[in-house]
């Protein structure tokens, strides 16, 4: 398997600009992991899903970031519109099962300038 | 609410040092709880986990042994190699929530 798979790696937008990144989650898994890194606030939890629904969304900054998973294979996390304080490394991550480890994709560097 | 604890870092030993870097939790019930670990420019690996009281992780020399007395879960290696070098990330996942909390990380730097 190749993993969790994220695009873009690195995205460069304006302020106030739409930016839109992409996860596909390992085939067969059914949970699925948005996390940010910053340097000054570490990993946080922005949103996850179970069987392709929203679990817990307590996590998202504010009503500019909103996050998708039409199926079971594809989400997206669209910030619109972007600010230069949503720069940062994001993350996807998958896993299987009820209390099994996660994986993570690479990242996302965002910059938003 | 959930949480976990790392000392800060960076740690910066010689190759073949012993390591340790500590690690607390606060969480209701019984959670796992796992050590990542991330290498520059990359997303996170498992290093190692223990699903309940007692248990010891261990991989790639790596050790943790989950202390629930203690509400800790450090991780060791007895030798460390340039290699080793990374951010290593402490983090719960409870039954309730399924979903990971980390710890705020801590850059290890090994010198040859």
């Known amino acids: 398997d190749a993993g969790v798979i994220q695009s873009p790696r690195h995205e460069v937008t304006e302020m106030g600009q739409e930016v839109t990144l992409r996860c596909k989650p390992i085939?067969?898994?059914?949970?699925l992991f948005w996390y940010r890194q910053t340097m000054m606030r570490g990993l946080e939890l922005l949103i996850y899903f179970n069987n392709n629904v929203p679990i817990d969304d307590s996590g998202m900054p504010e009503d500019r970031f909103s996050a998708k998973m039409p199926n079971a294979s594809f989400s997206t996390l669209k910030i619109q519109p972007s600010e230069p304080r949503d720069s940062a490394v994001y993350f996807c991550?998958?896993?299987?099962?009820?209390?099994?480890?996660?994986?993570f994709g690479q990242g996302t560097r965002l910059t938003v300038v | 609410g959930n949480s976990v604890t790392q000392m800060e870092g960076p740690v910066t030993l010689s190759e073949e040092a012993f390591l340790t870097i500590n690690c607390t939790y606060t969480?209701?019930?019984?959670?796992?709880l796992f050590w990542y670990v991330q290498y520059p420019g990359e997303g996170l690996q498992l290093l190692l986990k223990?699903?309940?009281?007692?248990d010891k992780g261990s991989n790639k020399g790596f050790e943790a042994t989950y202390r629930k007395e203690t509400t800790s879960f450090h991780l060791e290696k007895g030798s460390v190699q340039v290699s080793d070098s990374a951010v290593y990330f402490c983090?719960?996942?409870?039954?309730?929530?399924?979903?990971?909390?980390f710890g705020s990380g801590t850059r290890l730097q090994v010198q040859p």
């Open positions: 085939s067969g898994h059914n949970s």
């Open positions: 991550a998958s896993k299987q099962g009820a209390v099994t480890e996660a994986f």
């Open positions: 969480a209701t019930g019984y959670p796992s």
């Open positions: 983090a719960l996942m409870d039954t309730g929530r399924r979903a990971l909390t």
């Open positions: 223990a699903t309940k009281a007692d």
